[in-house]
């Protein structure tokens, strides 16, 4: 299903991709699994930087839609912005399209999906029938923490670099480093929305965790409490035996 032709959520026959990974072949596939604020993007990164493959946001993918103020991006935008999930018939497709894009045969690091148990069943199927062996990374963080990141999170509206008050501020106070513009609060990063992101992981996402390890899929636990993003990302390495495949990884 394209996302050009996308209209009301509906069933569509399943179209060929393009350039199908050959199954059986090793491919890098890692899902990063957290909540709101668990770091998911700043792994996701990277991981891309040192796996060479893309990296697959749905939430990304889901703002760009907004910023571009096509049909999608209008039809999603309230969810998004009252920090509800978006339906699974939409991010389904919109993750089936990328990941058939050549840059991702090789592999791909998924960055929010799946986040309901019909997206990990519709995921686990996608691979299964390409005989992708994927591993789930599941960043485990306190909640406390997890609130203090997200309400203290700032974003550069012209460059997008991102911020926070507590742990990361700039240098010049609520004035992005790289080109002195005032950050902002992210629309989803108010109070009210923080709040329903949260809910909405709790109620919808976190079964999935359950779920995947009843399905035998391979998840690995990493704490992501209190440690940097560098010593979050060695112990993914290690997990994921990355080290293994790339000397950027080193
Ligand atoms: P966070 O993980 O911090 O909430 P994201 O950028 O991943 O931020 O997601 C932002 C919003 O995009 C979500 O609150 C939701 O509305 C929508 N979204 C992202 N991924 C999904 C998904 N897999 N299913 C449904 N909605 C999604």
Redesign the pocket.
């Known amino acids: 299903m394209g996302i050009r032709d996308w209209g009301p959520p509906r069933f569509r026959a399943p179209t060929p991709d393009p350039q199908p990974p050959t199954p059986g072949v090793f491919v890098n596939a890692i899902v990063l699994f ?5 770091g ?2 700043t792994q996701a990164k990277l991981l891309t930087g040192c796996l060479h493959v893309p990296q697959v ?7 760009e839609h907004i910023g571009r103020g096509n049909e999608l991006g209008r039809a ?1 935008a309230e ?10 018939e ?2 389904d497709a919109l ?1 089936e399209e990328r990941l058939a894009m050549p840059d991702a045969a090789r592999g791909f690091v998924l ?6 148990l019909a ?1 990990a069943d519709h995921l686990c199927r996608w691979l299964d029938s390409r005989g992708i062996r994927e591993v789930v990374i599941h960043l485990a963080v306190d909640y406390n923490v997890v609130i203090a990141r ?1 309400t203290g999170r700032r974003q550069c509206p012209r460059c997008g670099t991102l911020y926070n008050i507590v742990s990361k501020p700039p240098r010049v106070d609520m004035l992005c480093d790289l080109d002195g513009e005032k950050l902002v609060i992210r629309d ?2 108010r109070e009210e ?1 923080i709040r ?2 949260l809910e ?2 709790e109620r ?2 976190r079964p999935v965790l359950e779920y995947l390890k009843l399905a035998g899929r391979r998840v690995v636990e990493v704490d992501a409490s209190n440690d940097p993003p560098d010593v979050v990302f060695r112990k993914i390495c290690q997990a994921t035996e990355c080290d293994d495949r790339s000397e950027d990884c080193r």
Do not use: C
């Not at 946001?57 to 703002?63: E, F, K, Q, V």
């Not at 969810?79 to 699974?88: E, F, K």
């Not at 960055?111 to 309901?116: A, E, N, Q």
């Open positions: 957290g909540s709101p604020g668990s998911k993007g946001s749905t939430g990304d993918m889901l703002r999603v969810r998004l912005h009252s920090g509800a999930l978006v339906s699974d939409v991010v993750v960055d929010g999906y799946p986040r309901t997206q997200l989803d990063d929305v329903e992101r909405a992981y919808q996402t």
